[in-house]
């Protein structure tokens, strides 16, 4: 018996058809700590937690709290035991208001068992106040920024008063401000003697926050130590099981004609005034602090929103759009920011969602042509490493990193001619990133153009031809090869703005 272990998972295993996600694991997590855990995706890091919340049961093995074996069969069991988490999917119902969305399945209770309204909208006032979010507690979630939802839940998790905080991914839809803010909340929980599970693929955010670290590979612990007798190096060549090369695969690919050009491009409140072009071969970035409105052209230009003026022009041709189908049927698509709600459809299959908004590829002489359906699904499934069982498998079960990259697979077989990717980057692995930069590269060697929005710097400069630097909705800056750096990207990205907060 180890007083200083509040937490301890010891030997346990769970399969699912056709994949064992977990392989006798065990570790421990010290009280007061935070603890990361790291792992490609699909190594099995979403498994143990939603195990250790009582959502799936383990196969074998014991869960222990303060070293004593404990049975967790619910969520509600979980929290009773002092567990809270917070989930890699935002797994929000856009119709919930803010208020209902914070105690939805722990409603405070009058005296005749009735839903106590008044004391949820005055906790409700509490939390925002303290919080200093300005927001009305009937606000519904569907009008909110993720980043807001995600923080939402981040203060919903941290209000329960538990000893062990699970977080899932926490930082991949937030801006960097919040960043700080959710670390400052992880420091003062620790002083509280609360332990944190930190799930995140990155490294920097670990190697700040952690104390200690696990690094999972498919289902096994690889490793276990203290970070100081860690380097990054180290642990993500233990995540992935080989030395990585970490530069970008960018070649210089033969650029030609402008393929799309967007004049003028205005959506009162959203952004001005914007113009910009992209010729075949291009990859052409947008960089900018969160909420300079680099999401919302893109989703104008896709037609995702309306925008009330300016004009597009695809190949050479003036294109009205006005939903995505216009845009999916002048060659353009896009991977967007919020995939659960514009990307996939959870229940369905890989190959449905691969193929269903490219059936008509499929159909022709009178017929479905399942075989070539089959066929084709199979090959940007393995083109994009997306691992899972088999094409028949429904996408929700899939993990976090693997979904993004059916959505990819997707857009790749209805061979557009321009793409848009909004982070396609975000909960993906170290080595799976790698294999994103290469197919960008082998798209554009095959005369496609390329937006790619990105809060990731590095990347961007690795990756892009020329960047656009957006602040407060508008163009601020455009720099090419020669003048990529963080700091002239930051000069503009805060040049019409006095906020000093960058996103890096
Ligand atoms: N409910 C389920 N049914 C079937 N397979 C599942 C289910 N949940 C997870 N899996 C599989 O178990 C494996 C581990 O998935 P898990 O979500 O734990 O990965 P992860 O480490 O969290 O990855 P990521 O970094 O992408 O979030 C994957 O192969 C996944 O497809
Ligand atoms: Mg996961």
Redesign the pocket.
């Given at each position: 018996m180890d007083k200083d272990i509040k937490l301890r998972v010891k030997n346990i295993s769970k399969s699912?058809?056709?994949?064992k996600?977990?392989d006798n694991v065990s570790f421990a997590v010290k009280r007061g700590t935070v603890h990361a855990i790291c792992?490609?995706?699909?190594?099995?890091?979403?498994?143990?937690?939603?195990i250790i919340n009582g959502i799936?049961k383990q196969d074998s093995g014991d869960i222990l709290i303060d070293e004593k074996v404990v049975q967790i069969n619910n969520p509600i069991q979980a929290r009773s035991l002092g567990i809270s988490m917070i989930f890699?999917e935002l797994n929000y119902i856009p119709e919930l208001t803010i208020e209902e969305s914070l105690f939805v399945g722990n409603w405070p209770k009058g005296k005749y068992g009735n839903i106590d309204w008044k004391m949820i909208r005055k906790k409700t006032l509490e939390l925002l106040e303290k919080e200093g979010l300005d927001y009305l507690p009937t606000i519904k979630l569907k009008d909110l920024s993720i980043s807001d939802i995600q923080m939402l839940e981040i203060l919903k998790a941290i209000s329960y008063n538990s000893d062990v905080i699970i977080m899932?991914?926490p930082t991949s839809a937030i801006t960097q401000k919040e960043v700080e803010v959710l670390f400052n909340k992880i420091n003062g929980l620790k002083e509280r003697g609360v332990s944190i599970i930190y799930?995140s693929?990155k490294m920097d955010e670990i190697f700040r926050i952690a104390d200690e670290i696990t690094v999972?590979r498919d289902?096994i612990v690889v490793d276990s130590r203290n970070k100081d007798d860690y380097d990054m190096e180290t642990v993500i060549a233990q995540m992935v099981g080989r030395k990585l090369d970490n530069s970008y695969p960018k070649e210089n690919v033969e650029i030609g004609d402008k393929i799309l050009e967007v004049n003028n491009l205005t959506s009162t409140g959203q952004f001005e005034d914007i113009n910009f072009y992209l010729k075949e071969g291009e990859i052409v970035g947008f960089a900018g602090l969160m909420g300079s409105g680099r999401s919302e052209v893109m989703r104008a230009l896709f037609g995702l929103d309306p925008y009330e003026s300016g004009e597009i022009i695809i190949n050479k041709k003036k294109t009205i759009i006005e939903n995505t189908q216009d845009s999916i049927k002048n060659g353009m698509v896009m991977l967007s920011e919020d995939r659960r709600r514009f990307g996939i459809i959870p229940v369905r299959t890989v190959k449905e969602n691969v193929s269903l908004s490219n059936l008509k590829r499929f159909i022709y002489g009178g017929r479905l042509h399942k075989d070539e359906e089959i066929q084709t699904v199979t090959e940007y499934c393995n083109k994009m490493n997306v691992?899972?069982?088999d094409i028949e498998?429904?996408v929700?079960?899939?993990?976090?990193?693997?979904?993004q990259k059916v959505i990819l697979a997707k857009w790749m077989v209805t061979n557009p001619d321009i793409l848009i990717l909004d982070e396609p980057t975000r909960?993906?692995?170290v080595g799976a990133k790698y294999e994103i930069y290469k197919l960008m590269v082998e798209l554009a060697k095959e005369k496609k153009g390329l937006i790619m929005i990105s809060s990731e710097l590095p990347e961007l400069i690795g990756m892009c031809d020329r960047i656009y630097v957006m602040a407060k909705g508008r163009i601020a800056g455009e720099l090419d090869r020669e003048n990529f750096s963080q700091k002239n990207i930051m000069l503009y990205a805060t040049a019409s703005s006095n906020e000093k907060e960058v996103e890096v």
């Open positions: 699912f058809p056709g994949v996600a977990l792992g490609e995706n699909g190594a099995g890091k979403s498994t143990l937690m939603k799936y890699q899932d991914e799930i693929h999972f289902g691992k899972t069982p498998t429904i929700e079960v899939l993990s976090g990193g693997n979904q909960g993906i692995d």
